[in-house]
């Protein structure tokens, strides 16, 4: 596959993050949005990109920021009708990089308004910090449950989904197709992440049905044979797993050598399939189904015409990382043009939480009380389609339950 050119990385210097460090950022010790836009339709908003340039997440993040760049890019580099000043940082692929690029953001460039990341651990550490700053944040990524609870914030909108989510769509689907005793084995990387994914799993399938569940270390397991053979030992003909990045390209890979994917049903979140990690898992993927909030082939108008742009400008299929920041684009666009004074980072999250339903890459989407969108939900399986391996859409799924 063929990446279009990424922006030159920026480089974050690794600093610790002590609870002292969230606790002293409060409000105009920030910087934050200075509101000195006004209604003055020339002066520029300043968008601050986070997203992962390198470590294990590096793919997702080139992923979310050609979305959003190519949103832009169609757009005369506008939301709104206010040019964009657009600061891209790395949020590498732990915390302490990420929430010290979130506080750049907020202290050397002044942002009015955040959006990207990918891990929830940055998500969780960077919220405050926006939050205190009264500059919202959208993540594109990360669905951290804690942003909906424990951190809930005006300024922190999830554009990709809560956590629990996507488990607890496939675990409905599964406890009305699998037959009664049918047992499912699940695995995911020990982190918040995995632990909420399938969490909501195990919230709507029986569990007696459940033969097992495995947490390998995150970021730090590279051979799954010792998890995999737990698998094969339980007897289970149905696994449930959630991995992205090179975690997903080697557990995908071995769960073939090993022999199980010829006896054992692989369902997963669709990350393990998305993007770069297809074609480096190859065939081992063929037949894989997983649950997502979307995949390219959606009949949507708004789809219809982001796909053929995307696969023009970088060669490949959009995954929806790309979808999700170009959704986000989207929202933005028609929040800041429904400002009519001052651009700050207060009118911007004033305006999200007014902004209602919009058409999007994935059809129909709005953010509830929660501040989290509220989306369809679908099966898709990897199947050979003139003669590559790509992800189909099978289905569209149940999944009202999780608005109500």
């Known amino acids: 596959m063929v990446l279009g050119k990424r922006r030159p990385m920026v480089v974050v210097g690794i600093m610790a993050i002590s609870a002292m460090t969230l606790t002293a950022c409060g409000g105009a010790s920030l910087g934050g949005s200075s509101a000195t836009n006004g209604s003055d339709k020339s002066a520029p908003i300043k968008v601050g990109l986070i997203v992962a340039q390198s470590g294990v997440y590096a793919d997702i993040g080139a992923d979310m920021e050609h979305g959003f ?27 302490q990089v990420g929430v ?49 609870d424990k951190l809930a914030s005006p300024f922190v909108y999830r554009a990709n989904y809560a956590n629990d989510q996507p488990g607890a769509v496939i675990g409905a689907y599964l406890k009305k197709k699998l037959s009664s005793g049918e047992k499912v084995f699940l695995i995911g990387p020990d ?15 029986p569990a007696g049905q459940i033969a097992g569940e495995l ?11 010792p998890y995999l053979a737990k698998i094969q030992q339980s007897g289970a003909k149905n696994v449930f797993a959630f991995f992205a990045g090179s975690e997903a390209i080697n557990f995908t890979k071995q769960f073939d050598q090993f022999g199980l994917a010829s006896s054992v049903h692989l369902y997963a979140t669709g990350d393990l399939t998305e993007g770069d990690a297809l074609g480096a898992e190859s065939a081992s993927a063929q037949g894989i189904q997983t649950v997502l909030n979307y995949n390219f082939d959606i009949d949507t108008s708004v789809n219809k015409k982001f796909v053929p742009a995307f696969e023009k400008k970088y060669k490949e299929h959009p995954t929806v990382r790309a979808a999700v920041l170009y959704d986000i684009a989207i929202m933005l666009d028609k929040a800041v043009a429904s400002i009519s004074g001052d651009v700050s980072g207060q009118a911007i999250a004033d305006a999200l939480a007014k902004s209602g339903e ?28 003139d003669g590559d391996l790509t992800n189909v859409l099978v289905e569209k799924m149940p999944s009202d339950f999780l608005y109500k």
């Open 69 to 95: 760049e190519l949103y832009l890019a169609q757009h005369n580099n506008k939301l709104g009708d206010r040019k964009v000043e657009l600061t891209t940082v790395d949020e590498g692929d732990n915390p």
């Open 215 to 225: 947490y390998p270390p995150f970021a730090k397991t590279s051979d799954y044979s």
């Open 358 to 385: 919009v058409q999007g890459v994935r059809g129909a989407i709005k953010f509830n009380d929660n501040r989290t969108i509220v989306q369809n939900w679908y099966l898709r399986e990897v199947k050979k389609v």
């Open 100 to 148: 010290a690029a979130a506080t750049r953001l907020v202290n050397q460039e002044q942002v009015d308004v955040a959006v990207g990341v990918v891990s929830g651990a940055t998500a969780a550490g960077s919220a405050p910090i926006f939050t205190a700053a009264k500059i919202p944040i959208v993540f594109g990524n990360s669905g951290s449950l804690a942003l909906g």
């Open 191 to 205: 982190y918040s992440g995995g632990h909420e994914i399938l969490e909501g799993f195990k919230n709507q399938f």
